[in-house]
T-cell receptor
């Protein structure tokens, strides 16, 4: 079974440009999450999709970030315009729905974003 | 709010040494606890987990016991190897609504000398 995949693995852009990150979850996983780790700090939650709906977007830093999950399959995270402080590693994770216990999330390899 | 505090790094040990990485948590409700590991150049991997008090998670020689009385989930390994060099993240997940969110500690970088 394929794991969570993310594209690209690395992206280097200039301040003010736009970047779109993509995440393909494990097939059949309704839950999709975005996290990021900035400057060696803790990994922080950004948002959570259940199928195509945003369940929780409380971690999105500002309106320069836009996440979509059309059709409830893959997701994109767009940063427009990018700022220096957006540099970091963006992780995507997915999980099955399990109403009994907090579900295990499976993470992708991450996209390392560098804004110059 | 919910949070995780783990031992500051970096931690450097010699091969075959005993490893402990401390982790404590604050949570409302009944969290599941996790250790994730990120090897150089790779993504986050689930190392082990425990879903209720007194459960012991184990994998690849690593162990951690869910201690509700001390709100801790310390990671231990009896004899580390060079291949264990990585960044280790303690994390918790609390069930809410129809799914859960993971809250991570800041990560501990572990380096093992041959």
């Amino acid at each position: 079974e394929a794991g969570v995949t993310q594209f690209p693995s690395h992206s280097v852009i200039e301040k003010g440009q736009t970047v779109t990150l993509r995440c393909d979850p494990i097939s059949g996983h309704d839950n999709l999450y975005w996290y990021r780790r900035v400057m060696g700090k803790e990994i922080k939650f950004l948002l959570h999709f259940v199928k195509e709906s945003k369940q929780d977007e409380s971690g999105m830093p500002n309106n320069r970030f836009l996440a979509e999950r059309t059709g409830g399959t893959y997701s994109t995270l767009k940063v427009q315009p990018a700022e220096l402080e957006d540099s970091g590693v963006y992780f995507c994770a997915s999980s099955q729905v399990d109403y009994r216990i907090p579900d295990t999330q499976y993470f992708g390899p991450g996209t390392r974003l560098t804004v110059l | 709010g919910d949070s995780v505090t783990q031992m500051e790094g970096p931690v450097t040990l010699s091969e075959e040494a005993f490893l402990t990485i401390n982790c404590t948590y604050t949570a409302t409700g009944y969290p599941s606890l996790f250790w994730y590991v990120q090897y150089p150049g790779e993504g986050l991997q689930l190392l082990l987990k425990a879903t209720k008090a007194d459960d012991k998670g184990s994998n690849k020689g690593f162990e951690a016991t869910y201690r509700k009385e001390t709100t801790s989930f310390h990671l231990e390994k009896g004899s580390v190897q060079v291949s264990d060099s990585a960044v280790y993240f303690c994390a918790l997940s609390v069930f809410y609504s129809s799914a859960s969110k993971i809250i991570f500690g800041s990560g501990t970088r572990l380096s093992i000398r041959p």
